[in-house]
């Protein structure tokens, strides 16, 4: 039965609430699935391709760890920044990987990469600081930069710069305020890739104006052609960068709950504090299992992303058949961006269309904010059978559109 709200009732509540609530966004790729998951229950056969996680198994050594680890005690609280062994392995790592000279001072290993954003956020922005973030992007960058009563600057993503920025609107969106530049590349939901001269675009802008940028690196190791250039990997820019990383898609670890941050000293001591005012510590069990997957899951790594160079090849061609539909072919993460404007609906009408009428369940682009109107988010972590089958059900649904 549907719940009525009163509206006196829900007044009264509101007034016992505090305000930044009404400020706080979410992520809707979860209500899609909930939507998807009432259909399912009520006998229609949905197609899953909403949500943004690998959908190959953890690899079994990286289990096995955590088993062991379980057995052998790691069951406790530990220090809020991490066990050392991890982080002295992630310092390295991120050493390695990005070019950089870091120690096991700089790492805060989290519950999931996303209390980076969260303690960050919380820990710079005061309120009227400006933020300039990626739009359309990762929908929890403006929901906490609206919470913590900052100001969000979007800074538009364009299908005509492969969905990278135009210089020019990055440097017009700087002011006195700005206090923080988000990036993310490889990036979410666009699978667009900044190039070195763009990094190095906001690297100058961020020394002059003496600016922090995060730096979401989530699915740095998902790439297809080109590369990844850590901003942090620029002269000057390393102690005013935040890297964001995690587990979850590197890894297909999304329910383990195990991300990090590379913090500069400035930030360290404050976000680590967050943890213990937070979460304590993160399961140290998980924490184990990730040693290992840093230390032995090349192989699989290396096969999981070919796996998606595959299908996004797949449905890069099979969307582009389709009369009205165009998509660009991404250079990282596991999403594409097909431009549906020919159709002249909107986004968020189209995505529920295909998810009622085809039984497939995408996003709208604008579950990424404004500028992602005129497109769909459809993740491609899917079989290559399903993924056939889904695009098979778009086609006839938009025939007669
Ligand atoms: N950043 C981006 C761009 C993402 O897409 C996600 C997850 O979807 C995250 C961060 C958070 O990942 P997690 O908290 O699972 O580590």
Known sequence: MRHEVNPAQEEENGLKLAKRLTRLGTETAFDVLVKAKALEAAGKEII????????FPTPINVIRAATEALQSGYTHYCAPAGLQELRESLASEVSHTRGVQISSDWIVVTPGAKPIMFYLILALVEEGDEVIYPNPGFPIYESMINFVGGTPIALPLREEYQFRFDVKDLIARVTARTKLIIINSPQNPTGGLLTRSDIEAIAEIAIQRDITVLSDEIYSRIIYEGSHTSIASLPGMLERTVIL???????????????????????????????TNSVSCTAPFAQRAGLEALANTRSDVSSMVDEFRRRRDFVVQKLNDIPGIRCLSPAGAFYVFPNIKSFGRQSSEFADYLLNEAGVAVLSGTSF?????????????????NL???????REATAGL
């Open 48 to 55: 899953h391709l909403e949500i943004g996680e690998p959908d």
């Open 245 to 275: 990383d995690g587990f979850s898609k590197t890894y297909a670890m999304t329910g383990w709950r195990l991300g990090f941050g590379v913090l500069p000293p400035f930030l360290h001591g404050h976000i680590s504090k967050l943890v």
């Open 388 to 394: 056939d089958k889904a695009i098979h059900r778009i």
């Open 369 to 385: 904010g404004e500028y992602g109107e005129g497109y769909l988010r459809i993740s491609y972590a899917n079989s290559i059978e």
